[in-house]
Each structure stands twice: as structure tokens, then as C-alpha cells.
DNA sequence: ATAAAAGTTTGCAGCACCTGCAAGTTTCTT
DNA sequence: AAGAAACTTGCAGGTGCTGCAAACTTTTAT
């Protein structure tokens, strides 16, 4: 996926990015087929044509493999958020910091809609889907702190950042389940929407 | 940690109960020393005075020692939930049913408080202890979803559990903070109230 | 162009995790 | 007391993952 052989860079740059989006083409193919415990390292690695020791030069486990760890994307949403001025509600900047990281899924759909699907076959998965944006979690806690000059034991930043959190997983999963077909923007939206009136009971106002 | 020997059931089910205890205490501490890579089931085993064979028959893992599997919550807190009148907002019904698992929490607060702090210090244990409420929330997803009585396509019911177990991650983590002092239902509650409000800006009402 | 430098791949050795199986030991039942 | 049932243990073996050193490839400097 993402074939698009961006001319930036050296050979050997580009050579490396083929070499890891190889492999983990080959491990969500092979993982989607067979099922997570049935396909081994050395599998995926054959698959990608390199070796297996090579595997662990990209990937320090083979879920890691899977989930991605999208270590950058922490960067551009804080990066947005500083943009958005004080006054904004927080739920609402959040909602604003988090919308190119869902436009860029949304351009990789095909690769994001099988790596959901590879997680929903193998719910061990989950948890480290989820742990890929603990960090990112933490980092825009401390911002939100800042932003909002709350004390460091006051729980509204970790409150908001763990709720939205949430609502952006439910979303995506949402997503997932539609095979594609909703919009995911708008999915979030919704939730966004849903939480910021205090989750009432949908009876209330269908 | 819970070494109240009760005297219920015959010798085996005691002993059983205690190999359990000594291995989660063994392997709590000694990863709380050393750190988690630099302690081996061997040696857990070792301290507990058992076989390494036998640490697998009670655990799948070494991660499950420490962050328990406690798959019986799941009932308890569906139980609790049919119980509550439908007219019952959501949220709030939640908060009820969560109440009798802090409140063992809060009775047991030395082994959690323990638990907490390790998982606080090897990050890649976090997954493991959401992996464990992974099963209750699907399961009381449905719940919601029959008491509510929404399609099986909406996603409040997702929204609401997924949102519930945010803020009660945050809650327990900020009672591990304050080690244990600040009382766990107070800071459950003050968060279910934040998030039923709607997330407002806390400087509008501080 | 050539040589040195820097980065990447690979095999190998090795430890730790985890599982199935069969034999031995302890506890329960009658 | 004897047999059934449950628990523990050792052993064999596969897989995940890491460090190291040797080969190889790409880049940089001369």
C-alpha cells in the first residue's frame, strides 16, 4: 500500500521504505488469511523477501508490524492545536487537531480498513492499537493543561484527552464496520457532537 | 496481599488460592524492584517456591501475573446494570454498576495501589490492563444497546461504554497519583459528573 | 574514479516465553 | 483403604526477540 514512489530522498531511503511497506503488507495479508498465531516472523519475512533478522531492523515485535506505530503523527496534532486559539472549547480544538490525522486515513483507506479488520479478527491486537497513541495521549494532556492553566492534579486534561480518545476509537471502529462506505470525518463529528452534549439518552431525541 | 484464609471450600481450593497469591505477590514486587525485563518467570516462580511449569498452569502470561485477569467482573457489573431501572440515564447507570468493583478496589488498595505503580513504571503493561475490560465493555455494549433499545448501527451505546471506561481509567489513575489517599468513588464521581456536563471549560466554573 | 565512511542486511548463537504431553504426587470420594 | 480426580513437575520443542560480527550497498570525499 502507499506504492506511490515518492521521488524524495536517496536511493537507499527509498529502498527502505519499499523493504518496510513490504513487510507489512505481507504480515496484514498473511495475518488476514491464517489468523495472528498461525503465521510466523519467518513467514511475513520470506513473504517480503528479506530476512528474518531484518524484520526485527524495522520492527521490534511483530504486532508492531500490524498496528503501526504512527509515532509521528503525536507532532502534527499538537502541532495544529497550538493553532487554535484559547478561546475554542477543548473538545472542539481537539475535533480541529485531529483532522488531518483522519483525512490521511482516510487517502490510505484500503490499507487502514484491512489493518481494522486484521484487528478485529485478532482482538489481542486492540490493546496495542490503543497503545500506539498513549504517548500522543500523554503529550496533548500536558498541552491541554497549558492551554486551559488548570493544576497539574486537576483531571480535566487527561479527562478530555481519554474521552476524546475514546470517542475518536469508537468512530474509527464505526468506520471499520462500514466497510469505508460513511465518511469518517463525519462519524467523528458525531461523537464529538454526542459527547460535547453530555451523552443524553438517544430516546430523548432521535 | 488478601491473606484472609478463608476457610471456605477444602484443602485444595485453599492451596490453589494461596500458589495464586504467592505468584501475583512474588511477581508484583520483584518487577516492582527490578523492573519488568529484568525479572523472569523463572525466578517468579522461584520466589513463590513453585515449578516454572506450574506459573503457566495458574497464568497464559508473565503480563497476566501483574495486571490480573479479572474476567469475574464482567458479571458483576452486567448484574448490577439489570438491576437499574431503564429510566435511569445511561451514564448514570454505569456509575452504579461500577460502584461495587471500586469499591473491592478501594478494599484491597495496597495490591492495587502496587499494581498501579507498576504498570505506571512498564508502559507496556497498559495494554495488558485495558485488554482485561476489552470483553466487559462489548459485552456491556449490548446491554446498552437492548436498554436503550437503539439499532445495532447507532453508536451511542459503543459511544457511552467506550466513554464510561475512559473516564474510569482516568479516575484510577489519578487515585494512584495521590497513592491512594484521595477516596476512588469521589474521583469517579467527579468525572462521570464532567463528562455528563458535557466537558465544559473548567475556567468558567472554576 | 577510487577510496573511505556510513548505513543496511544477514547468519548465528542464545535466552526467555509459552505449550503439549506423560509421569508423579496430592487431595477428594466412597 | 482404594480408586478417581485434580494439581505439579520435568522435558522436549517451537517461536519471539536481541546482540554481535561479517558481508554487502549506498553515499561522500578526495
Keep these: 500500500?502507499?506504492?506511490?514512489?515518492?521521488?524524495?530522498?536517496?536511493?537507499?531511503?527509498?529502498?527502505?521504505?519499499?523493504?518496510?511497506?513490504?513487510?507489512?503488507?505481507?504480515?496484514?495479508?498473511l495475518v488476514a488469511e491464517r489468523g495472528l498465531d498461525q503465521v510466523t516472523v519467518e513467514?511475513?519475512?520470506?513473504?517480503?523477501?528479506?530476512?528474518?533478522?531484518?524484520?526485527f531492523n524495522y520492527f521490534s515485535s511483530k504486532d508492531e508490524a500490524l498496528v503501526g506505530d504512527q509515532a509521528g503523527d503525536s507532532e502534527r496534532v499538537l502541532a495544529v492545536l497550538?493553532?487554535?486559539p484559547p478561546e475554542v472549547p477543548a473538545l472542539?480544538?481537539?475535533?480541529?487537531?485531529?483532522?488531518?490525522?483522519?483525512?490521511?486515513?482516510?487517502?490510505?483507506?484500503?490499507?487502514?480498513?484491512?489493518?481494522?479488520k486484521v484487528v478485529a479478527q485478532n482482538p489481542s491486537l486492540l490493546p496495542r492499537l490503543?497503545?500506539?497513541?498513549?504517548?500522543?495521549?500523554?503529550?496533548?494532556?500536558?498541552?491541554?493543561?497549558?492551554?486551559t492553566g488548570v493544576g497539574p492534579d486537576h483531571g480535566y486534561p487527561a479527562l478530555v484527552t481519554a474521552v476524546t480518545g475514546a470517542?475518536?476509537?469508537?468512530?474509527?471502529?464505526?468506520?471499520s464496520a462500514s466497510g469505508g462506505s460513511l465518511p469518517l470525518t463525519e462519524l467523528v463529528d458525531e461523537a464529538f457532537a454526542a459527547v460535547?452534549?453530555?451523552l443524553p439518552d438517544p430516546r430523548s431525541a432521535a
Tied chains: 1, 2.
Excluded at 515518492?6 to 505481507?26: F, H
Design 167 to 175: 470517542a475518536f476509537r469508537v468512530a474509527i471502529i464505526r468506520w
Design 43 to 55: 513467514e511475513i519475512s520470506e513473504a517480503a523477501d528479506v530476512s528474518a533478522r531484518t524484520f
Design 82 to 84: 497550538a493553532t487554535v
Design 92 to 116: 472542539e480544538a481537539f475535533r480541529l487537531a485531529l483532522t488531518p490525522m483522519l483525512e490521511e486515513m482516510q487517502a490510505d483507506s484500503a490499507l487502514w480498513l484491512l489493518r481494522l
Design 130 to 147: 490503543v497503545a500506539g497513541s498513549v504517548e500522543t495521549e500523554r503529550m496533548t494532556t500536558e498541552a491541554l493543561a497549558a492551554r
Design 1 to 29: 500500500m502507499t506504492i506511490v514512489e515518492d521521488a524524495t530522498a536517496g536511493r537507499r531511503d527509498r529502498k527502505k521504505r519499499q523493504t518496510r511497506d513490504a513487510l507489512v503488507s505481507a504480515a496484514l495479508r
Design 196 to 198: 460535547a452534549a453530555g
